[in-house]
């Protein structure tokens, strides 16, 4: 290695319509890039339908609390998140606007503001906390953010008791009336990532990759190969696991297109699209995986993640669930209906301890990428059966670069704003804010 050579984080490994972000290598710490080179991330999870929080609430406040059943599958990482309960959205609630918790849980989760209900056209909720985020940190990144879910939705219309199809569909907003819209197909958010802007060659570069089965790498292996020759031994083992790893996807990505949808959705009576992944754990933790390349080259900052829309009745026959997730939430305490909605949750609670393995997999520093991370998941609606949107189900992975004490369930008093968690956040972040939504201060207790 030449050590007087210096290599840039904003640095892409080059070829025919790609554009290969690197991850952190030891080689930047010299450089200028050594300021930026471990930012803290921030990602939003969303859960539809609210959970059966005899399942998800532990008993036990503080560093011993325990593991309820849906929240096992974390059991790993039990010293890498918190469970915060009491926290409360009071703009989902109705405040005189009747019927709708549904949508009104999908537009208040990420903005704490009222949604509007309109029998017209119009839409305002307020710009929520990652396109707030976004204003501020995506000047230092490729791309400002990044909205991903598994189901398209119409970003008008009326979808829940008068109130716009863009609350339901949508958590992200950059500002009160624009939804971001957000991308469900694996190949899309593949191609976003890795290609670069000259549209005539990124067309090219895809028509020969689907004619010749090559991959992406393929463009970019002289370019490579030359960065190899100049950097460290650790540094060699860095890339190569990096490019392991995007090939891994890029195959999993091409076998979603090539197998297609094998089912018909069974509420809704028709064929996902072409490219979208048979299964919904497989479709989730894909999607989960481009959120921690992004992350690891530092091509986006913030991230939100729809598992579902706001009142999805998607039937989850990957657990053995036929009835549609919606009207499983609406179970007027019967207990078989609550079991099968205790499985719903697990099984997203699975999907996200994949994600969240996956980015403490990562080295970053004396740490990893999830150290690095502020990962908030959760519902806008705390109990289906009751449309509630006080003591909401949340939990808060990651360190925040060392500004937060992980491993412990935190119960606020009642109605403390969630928007105190999002000022928190951007603190955190090093973006400058007074308050955000209808937040009353910052939120204690993240930090021990």
């Given at each position: 290695?030449?050590?007087?050579?210096?290599?840039?984080?904003?640095?892409?490994?080059?070829?025919?319509?790609?554009?290969?972000?690197?991850?952190?290598?030891?080689?930047?710490?010299?450089?200028?890039?050594?300021?930026?080179?471990?930012?803290?991330?921030?990602?939003?999870?969303?859960?539809?339908?609210?959970?059966?929080?005899?399942?998800?609430?532990?008993?036990?406040?503080?560093?011993?609390?325990?593991?309820?059943?849906?929240?096992?599958?974390?059991?790993?990482?039990?010293?890498?998140?918190?469970?915060?309960?009491?926290?409360?959205?009071?703009?989902?609630?109705?405040?005189?606007?009747?019927?709708?918790?549904?949508?009104?849980?999908?537009?208040?989760?990420?903005?704490?503001?009222?949604?509007?209900k309109?029998?017209?056209?119009?839409?305002?909720?307020?710009?929520?906390?990652?396109?707030?985020?976004?204003?501020?940190?995506?000047?230092?990144t490729?791309?400002?953010?990044?909205?991903?879910?598994?189901?398209?939705?119409?970003p008008?219309?009326k979808?829940?008791?008068?109130?716009?199809?863009?609350?339901?569909?949508?958590?992200?907003?950059?500002?009160?009336?624009?939804?971001?819209?957000?991308?469900?197909?694996?190949?899309?958010?593949?191609?976003?990532?890795?290609?670069?802007?000259?549209?005539?060659?990124?067309?090219?570069?895809?028509?020969?990759?689907?004619?010749?089965?090559?991959?992406?790498?393929?463009?970019?292996?002289d370019?490579?190969?030359?960065?190899?020759?100049?950097?460290?031994?650790?540094?060699?083992?860095?890339?190569?696991?990096?490019?392991?790893?995007?090939?891994?996807?890029?195959?999993?990505?091409?076998?979603?297109?090539?197998?297609?949808?094998q089912h018909?959705?069974l509420?809704?009576?028709?064929?996902?699209?072409?490219?979208?992944?048979?299964?919904?754990?497989?479709?989730?933790r894909?999607?989960?995986?481009?959120?921690?390349?992004?992350?690891?080259?530092?091509?986006?900052?913030?991230?939100?993640?729809?598992?579902a829309?706001?009142?999805?009745?998607?039937?989850?026959?990957?657990?053995?669930?036929?009835e549609?997730?919606h009207?499983?939430?609406?179970?007027?305490?019967?207990?078989e209906?609550?079991?099968?909605?205790a499985?719903?949750?697990?099984?997203h609670?699975?999907?996200?301890?994949?994600?969240?393995?996956?980015?403490?997999?990562?080295?970053?520093?004396?740490?990893?990428?999830?150290?690095?991370?502020?990962?908030?998941?959760?519902?806008?609606?705390?109990?289906?059966?009751?449309?509630?949107?006080?003591?909401?189900?949340?939990?808060?992975?990651?360190?925040?670069?060392?500004?937060?004490?992980?491993?412990?369930?935190?119960?606020?008093?009642?109605?403390?704003?969630?928007?105190?968690?999002?000022?928190?956040?951007?603190?955190?972040?090093g973006?400058?804010?007074?308050?955000?939504?209808d937040?009353?201060?910052?939120?204690?207790?993240?930090?021990?």
């Amino acid at each position: 290695m030449n050590a007087s050579w210096n290599l840039s984080r904003r640095h892409f490994l080059r070829g025919l319509g790609a554009a290969v972000a690197l991850p952190s290598l030891d080689v930047m710490a010299s450089t200028k890039a050594l300021a930026t080179a471990h930012p803290t991330r921030m990602a939003f999870f969303f859960v539809p339908n609210g959970i059966n929080m005899e399942h998800w609430r532990p008993q036990r406040e503080g560093v011993h609390f325990d593991l309820p059943s849906t929240l096992e599958p974390l059991a790993t990482l039990r010293n890498d998140f918190s469970v915060l309960s009491g926290l409360t959205h009071d703009k989902g609630r109705a405040n005189d606007d009747g019927a709708g918790d549904h949508a009104r849980s999908g537009g208040v989760f990420l903005t704490g503001s009222q949604p509007l209900k309109s029998e017209g056209a119009e839409i305002r909720v307020g710009q929520s906390v990652d396109q707030f985020a976004a204003e501020y940190l995506g000047q230092h990144t490729r791309f400002p953010s990044m909205e991903l879910g598994t189901e398209t939705g119409r970003p008008y219309g009326k979808c829940d008791s008068g109130y716009s199809c863009g609350y339901s569909n949508n958590i992200s907003w950059k500002d009160a009336s624009t939804p971001m819209a957000k991308m469900v197909n694996p190949r899309e958010v593949f191609e976003r990532l890795f290609a670069n802007e000259i549209a005539k060659e990124v067309g090219e570069s895809q028509s020969q990759r689907k004619r010749h089965r090559r991959s992406i790498l393929d463009f970019v292996l002289d370019d490579a190969k030359s960065l190899q020759n100049k950097v460290s031994k650790s540094d060699q083992q860095k890339l190569d696991e990096y490019l392991t790893s995007v090939r891994e996807i890029e195959l999993r990505v091409q076998r979603a297109e090539e197998t297609g949808s094998q089912h018909e959705d069974l509420i809704r009576g028709f064929a996902a699209p072409e490219g979208i992944p048979d299964a919904a754990d497989e479709h989730l933790r894909l999607l989960g995986d481009m959120i921690v390349l992004a992350f690891q080259t530092d091509v986006t900052r913030v991230a939100t993640f729809m598992f579902a829309n706001a009142g999805s009745n998607r039937a989850y026959r990957e657990v053995g669930i036929r009835e549609g997730h919606h009207a499983l939430s609406h179970h007027q305490n019967r207990p078989e209906k609550l079991e099968q909605l205790a499985k719903i949750n697990r099984f997203h609670v699975q999907q996200l301890a994949y994600i969240l393995q996956r980015l403490k997999s990562v080295k970053e520093g004396e740490g990893n990428l999830l150290d690095n991370s502020v990962i908030v998941y959760g519902s806008g609606i705390s109990d289906g059966n009751r449309h509630n949107h006080d003591d909401l189900p949340i939990l808060v992975a990651g360190r925040g670069g060392g500004q937060i004490q992980p491993g412990r369930h935190v119960v606020y008093p009642q109605d403390t704003p969630m928007s105190n968690l999002f000022n928190s956040m951007l603190d955190m972040t090093g973006v400058p804010v007074d308050y955000f939504g209808d937040s009353t201060g910052r939120l204690r207790h993240l930090s021990v």
